[in-house]
């Protein structure tokens, strides 16, 4: 997931912003031209404030600057009649919920072909990593019932997966209603929790 978090999410990030910045790669951009990029992490979650790793890019985080909460956000979102207000993820996200799943598939048909078909590039791992001898040991999924997307349980909660529950309640940190609405807190791209343990990447069926 370290590799991935990397490879999808902050490369097209980083060559985007030289393309902005005018200093497309391999161009080499001045010391005093960056760009200063706001990344919404709570106080709750101030662990996950990273700097960026090129100086070209800035990253701060307003609402930890303001002190505010997630119920901050939420009641702030409530006052303006956003109260419905999903929180935002990357589309391919392994830690999505049965409900995020659903939603996507049963709103939005081009992105779930699209998500179908991440899920399969993934199955091998990371080609580059795989080239340069960091290769993936088993497969990659990004439902946790470790099938492909499109014949995943999305709909329900299957007998399998509560007799796990039953008979290790919390033992992987992960109730039903973690199954159904996916985990509850926030983060970015550079504060991805799959980089965070390889605990959480078996949990998620993940090697990568
Ligand atoms: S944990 Fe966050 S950054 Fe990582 S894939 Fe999921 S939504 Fe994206």
Known sequence: MQRSTGEYKIKPIKKRVRE???YPYPAR??????VEQWVGISRDEFHRA???DVKYMRNRHPLIDMGWSRSDCIRYLAA?????????SCLGCPFHGNAQWRHIRNTSPAEWADVVAFDAAIRKGNA???ATGNRLLGEAFLHRSRLPLDQAPIDHVTAAEWAALQQQPGAS???AEELEQGVENG?????CRG?????????????A
């Not at 303006?80 to 935002?88: R, V």
């Not at 983060?187 to 504060?191: E, G, I, Q, R, Y």
């Open 50 to 52: 990273k700097d960026a």
């Open 187 to 191: 983060c970015s791209p550079w504060a």
């Open 195 to 207: 980089a965070e343990t390889e605990d959480v990447q078996s949990d998620f069926g993940l090697a």
């Open 20 to 22: 902005l910045l005018g």
């Open 29 to 34: 951009i001045p010391k005093d031209v960056f």
């Open 173 to 175: 940190g992960v109730d």
């Open 80 to 88: 303006l009649g956003l109260a419905d207000t999903p929180k935002s």
């Open 128 to 130: 580059r990593a795989n």
